[in-house]
Each structure stands twice: as C-alpha cells, then as structure tokens.
C-alpha cells in the first residue's frame, strides 16, 4: 500500500497482477483505487500453487477487470497499429496440454 500513499491519484488502464496471481498480489483497496481495465496473469498451467488464487480472481471480477490469464490464453501479446491496438493470445489454447 505505500503506491498508494506515495502517489493517491494512481490510475491505470493495465496491470500486471504479481507473483502469478497469488492471494496477496492484488490487494483489493490497491484494485479498486487504480481501476485497470485490463489484468495480466502469468501462471503456468496446473502448477502445484494453484496460481492464480481463487479470492485473487474474484478481487479482480469484482473490480469488473478483464483477465488475460496465460492458464488460458497462451502467451500474450500486445499489438498496436495505426493508432489502436489490442491483447492477443500468440500459442494455440491446447498447446502444452497433456494428451
């Protein structure tokens, strides 16, 4: 919380959610005040933390936050063009599944 106190009018449209989405990662007082539209997870696949952590995903719905979760979506990419831009998943949603 000393984000929060260093800078009060801390906004963002995109967060990086830390340490894979664990319970403590995304405070939700620290989601609320900065209101991003977008949250970015990084969490491999059936790792034995059960990362991202359940209260950490519903913090963010709550906050009405899109997430990019790599679970799901693959690597991630950001392309801008033209003056737009836009999330993208970049591997195929089964690749590195077991069979």
């Given at each position: ?16 959610v ?48 899109a ?33």
């Amino acid at each position: 919380m000393d984000t929060l106190g260093r800078h009060p009018g801390l906004k963002t449209d995109v967060i990086k959610v830390g340490h894979h989405g664990s319970r403590t990662a995304s405070d939700p007082q620290f989601i609320s005040q900065i209101h991003p539209k977008i949250a970015l997870i990084s969490a491999g696949r059936n790792n034995r933390y059960n990362h991202p952590n359940q209260e950490t995903l519903v913090t963010l719905k709550k906050a009405h936050v899109a997430v990019w979760n790599t679970q799901d979506s693959g690597m991630v990419r950001y392309m801008y063009r033209q003056n737009s831009g836009h999330f993208e998943p970049v591997l195929d949603r089964n690749e590195g599944k077991m069979q």
